[in-house]
Nanobody, 124 residues
C-alpha cells in the first residue's frame, strides 16, 4: 500500500513558476515508477510526465516539454514537478501516481496508487 499526498499548487500568473511535490508513504518508494497527470475542468485526465524508479528514464507530454521538469528523491520518498513558463492552459488539478514497475507509462490505468490532487490555476 502506498499513500500519496501532493502539495505546492496555487494561483500564478502566466509565465510564472510553481513546484509541485508529492510525498509517498511506505518503505518501498524506490520500487515504484512515478507519474504526474492533470485534469482540467470538463476534460479527461491526461499524462504530464513520468520518471523511472531510478530516476534515469523520464518522459514528458509534448505540451509540457521544455517547460516542466520531473525529479525524485528516493531517500525522502518525494517526487517533484517543476513547472516554468506556465500558461493558462496548464490550469488543472495535478495528480501524482505510483506504478510498481521500473519504468513509468503515459497510460493512467497503469498506475495503482493516486494522490488526492492539487489545484494549479494560471491566470492570463
Amino acid at each position: 500500500q502506498v499513500q500519496l499526498v501532493e502539495s505546492g499548487g496555487g494561483l500564478v500568473q502566466a509565465g510564472g513558476s510553481l513546484r509541485l511535490s508529492c510525498v509517498a508513504s511506505g518503505r518501498t518508494f524506490s520500487a515504484y515508477a512515478m507519474g504526474w497527470f492533470r485534469q482540467a475542468p470538463g476534460k479527461e485526465r491526461e499524462f504530464v510526465s513520468a520518471i523511472s524508479r531510478s530516476g534515469g528514464n523520464i518522459d514528458y507530454a509534448d505540451s509540457v516539454k521544455g517547460r516542466f521538469t520531473i525529479s525524485r528523491d528516493n531517500a525522502k520518498n518525494m517526487v517533484y514537478l517543476q513547472m516554468n513558463s506556465l500558461k493558462p492552459e496548464d490550469t488543472a488539478v495535478y495528480y501524482c501516481a505510483a506504478r510498481r514497475s521500473a519504468f513509468g507509462d503515459p497510460r493512467e490505468n497503469e498506475y495503482r496508487y493516486w494522490g488526492q490532487g492539487t489545484q494549479v490555476t494560471v491566470s492570463s
